[in-house]
């Protein structure tokens, strides 16, 4: 089950074999880890979580209460999925018509955060470091840094790596906090500093 045993699993959890599960990751209440998934090291995945068969989640991941990470999805590494927020896996479900070949896969990029009840619809990548406002459904591709906010989610503004919202009407914002800069280019916001400078 585990690439180690330093592995924490609720006994009102179950995971179903074969699957992994990385070093330090800690599984809580009424979960369902499902066969052939993966998850990674140092990981927190909350009340009432299921990862269903083949699903692959990244290091450092934070998946909070009450969220369905169904197949099809990817998360990569220092991922937060919000409470209660929602994946899909087909465009159009009828309860008597099986679509299971029809699955469409959604990825989520390095660092994103998927706010409190935001609706991810399948078939899109959630850029890196992007941020989904809480209650947004995203019906379409969201571009690395963006804030998207609202239904349908719209683009309302760019995010620093360290999750502080940039400054507007400049194409050359640069973190308060942490003193990062970027520069925008169109619908593209791309790192000038990986790093914050020193002061």
Known sequence: MADHPNVFVHPSSFVDEPCVIGEGTKIWHFCHVMKNSRIGRNCSVGQNVLVAPGVVIGDHVKIQNNVSV?????????????????????????????RKDEYRATLVR????????????????????????AGAVVTKDVPAFALVLGNPARLAGWMCRCGVRLPAGTDAPRCSACKRKYRQKGQVLEPVSPEPPAE
């Open 110 to 133: 390095r660092g994103a955060t998927l706010g409190a009840n935001c609706t991810i619809m399948c078939g899109h990548t959630i850029g890196e470091f992007a941020f989904i406002g």
């Open 70 to 98: 169904y197949e099809g999805v990817t998360l990569e590494d220092h991922v937060f999925c919000g409470p209660s927020m929602v994946f899909t896996n087909v465009i159009n479900p009828r309860s008597e018509i099986v």
